[in-house]
């Protein structure tokens, strides 16, 4: 996990400048330490308002074994040269499996002007909790949320 927090600072040094890297972290307190992530019943009811948009920042293998019919797939690496395709006026939800490249893709949209979070307890949770029942009504709400 270290390692994977280190590599994420070095790698916004170096997209996007120490002194932007350096404002963010300047202002980072328990308010964004809190608004930086969402779990899986809240990222649910915030698509079905219609209010975010799921990004499955997993690469295409990932995604083509297996995936989530109403997210939006854009790898990681792909996100630099695809930021047009996503909406300012929504919160983004960054997720994978778990969450450690989703916390990459949120710092990365954050610094770009973006409303973003990462999806802190992973797609494979989302799964889990996307059964049944739950499954039926999840799709329910979103088609009516989309008919609107």
């Given at each position: 996990?270290?390692?994977?927090?280190?590599?994420?600072?070095?790698?916004?040094?170096?997209?996007?400048?120490?002194?932007?890297?350096?404002?963010?972290?300047?202002?980072?307190?328990?308010k964004?330490?809190?608004?930086?992530?969402?779990?899986?019943?809240?990222?649910?009811?915030?698509?079905?308002?219609?209010?975010?948009?799921?990004?499955?920042?997993?690469?295409?293998?990932?995604?083509?074994?297996?995936?989530?019919?109403?997210?939006?797939?854009?790898?990681?690496?792909?996100?630099?040269?695809?930021?047009?395709?996503l909406?300012?006026?929504?919160?983004?939800?960054?997720?994978?499996?778990?969450?450690?490249?989703?916390?990459m893709?949120?710092?990365?949209?954050?610094?770009?002007?973006?409303?973003?979070?990462?999806?802190?307890?992973?797609?494979?949770?989302?799964?889990?909790?996307?059964?049944?029942?739950?499954?039926?009504?999840?799709?329910?709400?979103?088609?009516?949320?989309?008919?609107?």
């Amino acid at each position: 996990m270290k390692k994977i927090i280190l590599g994420l600072c070095l790698s916004c040094i170096v997209l996007f400048g120490a002194d932007n890297f350096d404002k963010y972290l300047s202002k980072f307190n328990a308010k964004e330490r809190n608004e930086m992530k969402i779990q899986t019943p809240d990222m649910l009811n915030m698509l079905e308002e219609g209010k975010a948009i799921l990004v499955d920042i997993r690469t295409y293998k990932e995604h083509q074994a297996w995936n989530m019919g109403f997210a939006k797939h854009i790898p990681l690496n792909e996100l630099p040269k695809r930021l047009g395709e996503l909406p300012k006026d929504k919160l983004i939800i960054t997720a994978c499996p778990h969450n450690d490249r989703a916390n990459m893709a949120r710092l990365y949209l954050k610094l770009k002007g973006y409303n973003a979070r990462y999806l802190s307890d992973g797609l494979l949770k989302t799964t889990d909790y996307l059964k049944g029942d739950n499954a039926e009504e999840f799709i329910d709400e979103l088609n009516k949320e989309k008919t609107k």
